[in-house]
């Protein structure tokens, strides 16, 4: 039965304020964001466009929290390509597919403290990471290297590492996206994906890792929004109570916040409109609503908190819920302020466990965000990179200055198009006359002659360095290095994304990840470099 409220309810209005994660734009907090906070917004969400450096974003955040000093701060940091904090350098640590070829569980804990480290001085108290989601599915659009990889059992044990690396530097996780999104050919933010199987299927290869995060305390899950038929054949996981109450809550016992994916994605928008979405999610099941990556302002608040309190007065959501979703907020909130405080006391750190030396992940003045590297970063992706050798074992080192081809695909919405990547400048750094050209499909369809005079004509006489991203998901990538291998069959490939196949060229570098990092430990390895 719906409440016998007002319109202008103020106990319903800070209901709805306090469930709502919206983004901004700017650097600095605009006043409408810090009107709202003590008005009684529970979170805030931060993007790229709101990072210039930590000390930066410390600064932001603190003039957030002197309106309420619990005041949740999240952001999308699970390093490797999909990076904030980085997004104009690059990340200085691998992403979770590097972690996971090494399949070392106390690197994988070192590196997310370290990440920790570097948000907590931020002021983020909540990180939407990491993806433990199985990429079961090798053609998958959106997750790929964001996962640690395609066996369940690595995926599960890594997530726990993660979450314990990163919750020990005072950082709540955030373990993504609920059911599991690795078997999946759709990207969310474009359309509605689905995964097959029975309920015992799904149960075998997508749940573990998510079991495994609730053992090891992640205090925040993000659902995903797309349909898994044996479950709930009509409603995404976002919207679903059989998949977030019955499943989740229920079957696997987690209590914590519980978080949507961007609200505004086409997965669900599509259907119901990003207000609808928003009071389906509430509804459903979910605590907190994200949204902001996109539709980032004021008017955005505006038009979710008047859905929310429309929905109750009408019925169609009842206030116990929206109070349920509020509370778990709080409490979120209250414990998350309360750990942050803690750590800061600590000196930063906070309840490390076992096997995690913080002396590996502290290299002095190396920093997120200044142009340089972590020590426990490099490390870990310089162990990331694996060599097949093809024809010519003989290829590395390079003698002389390469030549430097990189074919570069349209990347999903979670990676910013902005963030630096690739060989050609580490190598430039290491072999200063290194030259290079990026390609895209694009510049390729328009031009018959352009591998000719930009790819090949320059590399005469020089090695050839190939270098692809992904290229088993991108046929015009596969063709256009099928076409530069023979012509020149010494040249030598370095694969950024996830690999697959046999070794191409004289030797194949595979690095699993584009990052700064990655990129530099490929490049070490070309030269003969040592780190």
């Known amino acids: 039965m719906a409440p016998s409220a007002s319109s202008s309810d103020p106990t319903l209005e800070h209901l709805a304020h306090s469930v709502l994660q919206p983004g901004f734009e700017g650097t600095t907090a605009p006043d409408w964001v810090r009107r709202r906070v003590s008005e009684g917004l529970g979170s805030v969400v931060l993007f790229s466009r709101n990072i210039e450096s930590i000390e930066q974003v410390a600064r932001l955040t603190a003039s957030l929290r002197a309106e309420n000093p619990d005041l949740i701060v999240a952001i999308d940091e699970e390093a490797g390509d999909v990076t904030r904090l980085e997004a104009w350098t690059g990340s200085s640590r691998p992403g979770n597919l590097a972690l996971g070829a090494v399949d070392d569980i106390d690197l994988t804990e070192r590196v997310a ?73 759709v990207d969310s933010h474009y359309g509605l994906p689905q995964i097959q199987g029975s309920a015992e299927e799904i149960a075998l290869t997508a749940l573990p890792p998510f079991i495994a995060a609730t053992e090891a305390g992640v205090r925040a899950v993000m ?29 696997l016992g987690f209590d914590g916040l519980l978080v949507t994916d961007g609200i505004e994605m086409g997965a669900v928008t599509d259907r119901y409109g990003i207000d609808g979405a928003t009071v389906r999610a509430v509804a459903g099941g979910v605590d907190a609503v994200c949204v902001g990556g996109e539709s980032a302002g004021e008017e955005t608040v505006d038009l979710l908190a008047t859905a929310l309190v429309k929905a109750v007065l009408d019925g169609t959501l009842p206030e116990e819920r929206l109070a349920e979703a509020s509370t778990r907020v709080r409490d979120f909130a209250a414990w998350s302020g309360e750990r942050s405080r803690a750590v800061t006391a600590a000196g930063g750190d906070f309840g490390v466990g076992p096997g995690v030396d913080i002396s590996l992940s502290m290299g002095a003045g190396q920093r997120a965000g200044t142009g340089r590297v972590t020590d426990i970063g490099l490390v870990a992706a310089r162990r990331a990179v694996h060599v097949r050798h093809g024809a010519g074992t003989a290829a590395l080192p390079l003698v002389g200055s390469p030549h430097v081809v990189e074919l570069s695909p349209t990347m999903n919405l979670a990676v910013d198009g902005r963030t630096p990547w690739g060989v050609a400048q580490p190598l430039r750094d290491l072999r200063p006359g290194t030259t290079s050209i990026r390609l895209t499909e694009p510049e390729l369809a328009h031009s018959t002659h352009l591998l000719e005079r930009e790819a090949l004509a320059p590399a005469t006489g020089r090695a050839l360095v190939v270098v692809v991203r992904d290229a088993a998901r991108h046929r015009w990538m596969t063709d256009t290095l099928t076409r530069l291998l023979r012509s020149r069959p010494d040249a030598l490939v370095v694969e950024m994304g996830v690999p697959s196949g046999d070794a191409l060229g004289a030797a194949h570098l595979i690095t699993h990840g584009a990052t700064r990092v990655s990129g530099i430990a490929a490049a070490e390895l070309l030269v003969g470099a040592t780190g």
């Open 223 to 251: 659902t995903a929004h797309l349909l898994a038929p044996a479950y709930d054949p009509d409603l995404p996981a976002t919207l679903s109570p059989r998949i977030l109450v019955d499943l989740l809550r229920g079957e």
């Open 113 to 185: 403290h370290d990440i920790g480290r570097d948000l907590h001085a931020a002021g983020v108290s909540l990180n939407f990471a990491p993806s433990a989601d199985v990429n079961s599915n090798p053609l998958n659009p959106v997750i790929g290297v964001r996962s640690f990889g395609s066996r369940t059992d690595l995926v599960s044990r890594h997530t726990a590492a993660w979450i314990r690396g990163l919750q020990s530097a005072g950082v709540a996780a955030c373990a993504k996206h609920f059911p599991g999104h690795g078997d999946t050919v």
